[in-house]
C-alpha cells in the first residue's frame, strides 16, 4: 500500500466518521493489525471510545477483525474498503437507473448504515417515502426491491451476529455459520414466493374479479409487514457494482468506435455474465453465446436482421481491439466479450490522454512508437516519428525524467563504457499505471484535504444559511410566509454573505466534480477490478 492511498483512506475516514476513527485507521494502516489493548495505547484513547470507534468501522466495512495464533482477536484497517467510499454516489445513481426510486432508497439506506438487517431497514424507510401509500403497501415494495436486489447479486449477506460481539479480547466460542451470500431470510422468500403465486393467480382471473379481491386486502391489511429477517445482516456487493460499471465502460467504448447498434450488440452478450464467478468476468473473455441465441435475445429496438446482425458481429470480432472474439462454430458461431483486450485498451487510452495533456501532441507521438516498437534508439526515434533530431531528444528525455520512460542498456564489452553502450528507450505500461495510480491517489487526497479546509472555514456562514433555509419552510408550513416576513429572514444574511455563501458553494461543487472525474480515471487504471 502506497503513502498516498493510505493518506487518502484517512481522509475519508475523518470525512465520514470523525477525527478519533481517522486516529484508529492511521495507526492501524502505519502498525498493521492490533489487539483492542494495543490499539487503544497506541491511540492514547479511552477502552469505550476505542471500542465504539471500531464498533462503527466495523458496522461499515472499513476494519476487519480475525483471531491470532495466540487465540487474541485483532484488527486491521480495510484501505480498499475505505477508497470505495468515493463510488457511493456512483452506486446510488447506477441503482436509480436500474432499479427505479424504490432500488435508489434501498441502496442509499444499505450505504448509510453499512450493514443492515431488512427488518430495520423497512422500518428507516417506511417514514422515507410515504407516496401517499400504507405502511404494509410500502413494506411489501421495499421487501420486493430488496429480494431483486439480492437475486440481482447487488446486495449480499454480511452478518450473522451482533457487532459488539466481536469486540472482545478472546474469539467466539460458538461463531454463528453464515449463510450462503445471496440468500433472503425463510420468512422473507416465503412472503415474495407467496406474492409471486398470488400475483399468478389474480392475473388468471377476470379484471372485474381481480378488483373484487384486491378491495378487501386493501381495507384490512393496512399496518406494517411483520416478517421474520432471521437476524442476517446485509451489505452491498461492490464486485457487481464493478461488474455494471464495467459494462457501461464497454458500451460506451464501442458505441464510440462504431454506433449505438454495435453497442447494443456487445451490452446483450456481457448481460450473460452477471451471474459468473468474479473470475471468470475478469479472466480473459466473458461467456460464450451463440448468434443464433444472441439474435433471440436481442431487444427489440433497433430492429435487425440475422445477416445485419452477423456483419456487426464480423466487424467487432475483427477490429484490431477485438472487442468479441469467435470461440466456436455451433449455431452460426460462438462469441465472447474480450474483457481484458478491452479493459487493456481503456487503460492505455487513460494513459495515453494523460500524456497528451502533460506533454503535448508530439510527445503522445513519439510515446506510442515505443509502445508500438518496444525498444528503440534515440536517432531511430526521431527518424519513424518524423521529428527532428534535437527536439526529439528533449521529448524523450523530458518524459524519461517524469518516468513516462525507461532506458534499458545493451554493452558490447563488459566494461560498460558508454561508447561502446546501446541505449534503447522503452515503455513499461504497467510501471506507468503504478505511477499514474499514485499520482492519482495523491490528487484525490489534496481535493478532499482542499474540500475539508474550504468547509471548515465556512462552516458558520453555511449553518447561517441552513437556519435561515429552514426558518422560511418552517414559515411557509406554518402559513406566515407573508412578503414581509420572508424579506426580514433573507436580510438575516447580508449581501456580502450572501457573495461569499455562493462562492464557498461553487468552490465545493467543483472540487467533489474533480473528485468524480478522478475516480473515473482510477477505476481505468485498475481496470475496473476491485482495488
Given at each position: 500500500?502506497?503513502?498516498?492511498?493510505?493518506?487518502?483512506?484517512?481522509?475519508?475516514?475523518?470525512?465520514?466518521?470523525?477525527?478519533?476513527?481517522?486516529?484508529?485507521?492511521?495507526?492501524?494502516?502505519?502498525?498493521?493489525?492490533?489487539?483492542?489493548?494495543?490499539?487503544?495505547?497506541?491511540?492514547?484513547?479511552?477502552?469505550?471510545?476505542?471500542?465504539?470507534?471500531?464498533?462503527?468501522?466495523?458496522?461499515?466495512?472499513?476494519?476487519?477483525?480475525?483471531?491470532?495464533?495466540r487465540?487474541?482477536?485483532?484488527?486491521?484497517?480495510?484501505?480498499?474498503?475505505?477508497?470505495?467510499?468515493?463510488?457511493?454516489?456512483?452506486?446510488?445513481?447506477?441503482?436509480?437507473?436500474?432499479?427505479?426510486?424504490?432500488?435508489?432508497?434501498?441502496?442509499?439506506?444499505?450505504?448509510?448504515?453499512?450493514?443492515?438487517?431488512?427488518?430495520?431497514?423497512?422500518?428507516?424507510?417506511?417514514?422515507?417515502?410515504?407516496?401517499?401509500?400504507?405502511?404494509?403497501?410500502?413494506?411489501?415494495?421495499?421487501?420486493?426491491?430488496?429480494?431483486?436486489?439480492?437475486?440481482m447479486?447487488?446486495?449480499?449477506?454480511?452478518?450473522?451476529?451482533?457487532?459488539?460481539?466481536?469486540?472482545?479480547?478472546?474469539?467466539?466460542?460458538?461463531?454463528?455459520?453464515?449463510?450462503?451470500?445471496?440468500?433472503?431470510?425463510?420468512?422473507?422468500?416465503?412472503f415474495?414466493?407467496?406474492?409471486?403465486?398470488?400475483?399468478?393467480?389474480?392475473?388468471?382471473?377476470?379484471?372485474?374479479?381481480?378488483?373484487k379481491?384486491?378491495?378487501?386486502?386493501?381495507?384490512?391489511?393496512?399496518?406494517?409487514?411483520?416478517?421474520?429477517?432471521?437476524?442476517?445482516?446485509?451489505?452491498?456487493?461492490?464486485?457487481?457494482?464493478?461488474?455494471?460499471?464495467?459494462?457501461?465502460a464497454?458500451?460506451?467504448?464501442v458505441?464510440?468506435?462504431?454506433?449505438?447498434?454495435?453497442?447494443?450488440?456487445?451490452?446483450?452478450?456481457?448481460?450473460?455474465?452477471?451471474?459468473?464467478?468474479?473470475?471468470?468476468?475478469?479472466?480473459?473473455?466473458?461467456?460464450?453465446?451463440?448468434?443464433?441465441?444472441?439474435?433471440?435475445?436481442?431487444?427489440?429496438?433497433?430492429?435487425?436482421?440475422?445477416?445485419?446482425?452477423?456483419?456487426?458481429?464480423?466487424?467487432?470480432?475483427?477490429?484490431?481491439?477485438?472487442?468479441?472474439i469467435?470461440?466456436?462454430?455451433?449455431?452460426?458461431?460462438?462469441?465472447?466479450?474480450?474483457?481484458?483486450?478491452?479493459?487493456?485498451?481503456?487503460?492505455?487510452?487513460?494513459i495515453?490522454?494523460?500524456?497528451?495533456?502533460?506533454?503535448g501532441?508530439?510527445?503522445?507521438?513519439?510515446?506510442?512508437?515505443?509502445?508500438a516498437?518496444?525498444?528503440?534508439?534515440?536517432?531511430?526515434?526521431?527518424?519513424?516519428?518524423?521529428?527532428?533530431?534535437?527536439?526529439?531528444?528533449?521529448?524523450?528525455?523530458?518524459?524519461?525524467?517524469?518516468?513516462?520512460?525507461?532506458?534499458?542498456?545493451?554493452?558490447?564489452?563488459?566494461?560498460?563504457?558508454?561508447?561502446?553502450?546501446?541505449?534503447?528507450?522503452?515503455?513499461?505500461?504497467?510501471?506507468?499505471?503504478?505511477?499514474?495510480?499514485?499520482?492519482?491517489?495523491?490528487?484525490?487526497?489534496?481535493?478532499?484535504?482542499?474540500?475539508?479546509?474550504?468547509?471548515?472555514?465556512?462552516?458558520?456562514?453555511?449553518?447561517?444559511?441552513?437556519?435561515?433555509?429552514?426558518?422560511?419552510?418552517?414559515?411557509?408550513?406554518?402559513?406566515?410566509?407573508?412578503?414581509?416576513?420572508?424579506?426580514?429572514?433573507?436580510?438575516?444574511?447580508?449581501?456580502?454573505?450572501?457573495?461569499?455563501?455562493?462562492?464557498?458553494?461553487?468552490?465545493v461543487?467543483?472540487?467533489?466534480q474533480?473528485?468524480?472525474?478522478?475516480?473515473?480515471?482510477?477505476?481505468?487504471?485498475?481496470?475496473?477490478?476491485?482495488?
Amino acid at each position: 500500500m502506497t503513502t498516498a492511498e493510505k493518506r487518502l483512506a484517512v481522509w475519508y475516514t475523518r470525512e465520514h466518521f470523525g477525527e478519533l476513527c481517522s486516529t484508529l485507521v492511521d495507526t492501524l494502516l502505519t502498525r498493521g493489525a492490533l489487539s483492542l489493548h494495543d490499539l487503544a495505547s497506541a491511540t492514547k484513547l479511552a477502552r469505550n471510545e476505542t471500542k465504539k470507534c471500531l464498533c462503527t468501522l466495523i458496522q461499515h466495512g472499513a476494519v476487519a477483525h480475525r483471531t491470532n495464533t495466540r487465540g487474541t482477536v485483532v484488527y486491521a484497517a480495510k484501505a480498499s474498503e475505505i477508497l470505495e467510499r468515493a463510488r457511493f454516489p456512483r452506486c446510488i445513481a447506477a441503482a436509480k437507473s436500474a432499479f427505479g426510486d424504490r432500488g435508489e432508497l434501498v441502496v442509499a439506506d444499505v450505504l448509510q448504515h453499512g450493514r443492515v438487517t431488512i427488518g430495520k431497514a423497512l422500518e428507516r424507510m417506511r417514514e422515507k417515502k410515504r407516496d401517499g401509500k400504507s405502511a404494509r403497501e410500502l413494506d411489501e415494495e421495499n421487501v420486493e426491491m430488496f429480494g431483486k436486489l439480492v437475486e440481482m447479486r447487488y446486495l449480499c449477506c454480511a452478518h450473522a451476529q451482533p457487532i459488539a460481539a466481536e469486540l472482545s479480547e478472546e474469539g467466539a466460542e460458538n461463531p454463528v455459520k453464515l449463510p450462503s451470500p445471496f440468500t433472503l431470510p425463510e420468512g422473507i422468500q416465503s412472503f415474495l414466493q407467496d406474492k409471486v403465486e398470488s400475483s399468478a393467480t389474480q392475473s388468471t382471473q377476470p379484471a372485474a374479479k381481480r378488483r373484487k379481491l384486491d378491495q378487501p386486502a386493501a381495507s384490512t391489511d393496512s399496518g406494517p409487514l411483520q416478517l421474520d429477517d432471521g437476524g442476517i445482516y446485509y451489505q452491498l456487493n461492490f464486485s457487481q457494482f464493478h461488474r455494471h460499471f464495467l459494462n457501461q465502460a464497454i458500451a460506451a467504448a464501442v458505441q464510440q468506435k462504431f454506433d449505438p447498434v454495435a453497442a447494443v450488440i456487445v451490452r446483450t452478450i456481457i448481460e450473460q455474465t452477471l451471474f459468473k464467478p468474479l473470475e471468470s468476468l475478469l479472466g480473459v473473455t466473458t461467456a460464450g453465446i451463440s448468434s443464433f441465441e444472441l439474435f433471440q435475445r436481442l431487444p427489440a429496438v433497433p430492429v435487425l436482421s440475422r445477416d445485419e446482425m452477423s456483419q456487426y458481429l464480423s466487424i467487432l470480432a475483427d477490429d484490431p481491439v477485438r472487442f468479441l472474439i469467435k470461440t466456436g462454430e455451433q449455431g452460426g458461431g460462438t462469441y465472447a466479450v474480450n474483457i481484458r483486450g478491452i479493459t487493456d485498451t481503456l487503460c492505455e487510452q487513460t494513459i495515453e490522454s494523460v500524456v497528451r495533456e502533460r506533454f503535448g501532441s508530439r510527445s503522445l507521438r513519439v510515446f506510442r512508437l515505443l509502445v508500438a516498437k518496444k525498444h528503440l534508439e534515440q536517432k531511430q526515434v526521431g527518424e519513424l516519428a518524423m521529428i527532428p533530431a534535437k527536439e526529439s531528444k528533449e521529448l524523450l528525455y523530458r518524459l524519461f525524467v517524469e518516468n513516462f520512460v525507461s532506458v534499458q542498456e545493451i554493452p558490447r564489452a563488459g566494461d560498460h563504457a558508454p561508447s561502446r553502450t546501446f541505449y534503447l528507450f522503452t515503455v513499461n505500461l504497467d510501471q506507468v499505471r503504478r505511477l499514474l495510480l499514485t499520482q492519482c491517489y495523491e490528487a484525490a487526497a489534496n481535493l478532499v484535504s482542499r474540500r475539508y479546509a474550504e468547509t471548515e472555514k465556512h462552516k458558520r456562514l453555511d449553518e447561517k444559511s441552513h437556519r435561515c433555509e429552514t426558518l422560511v419552510e418552517t414559515l411557509k408550513a406554518t402559513g406566515n410566509d407573508s412578503k414581509e416576513a420572508l424579506a426580514e429572514v433573507e436580510e438575516i444574511i447580508t449581501p456580502g454573505e450572501r457573495q461569499q455563501l455562493e462562492k464557498f458553494r461553487q468552490a465545493v461543487k467543483k472540487l467533489e466534480q474533480a473528485e468524480l472525474q478522478l475516480d473515473d480515471t482510477i477505476m481505468a487504471l485498475l481496470k475496473y477490478q476491485q482495488t
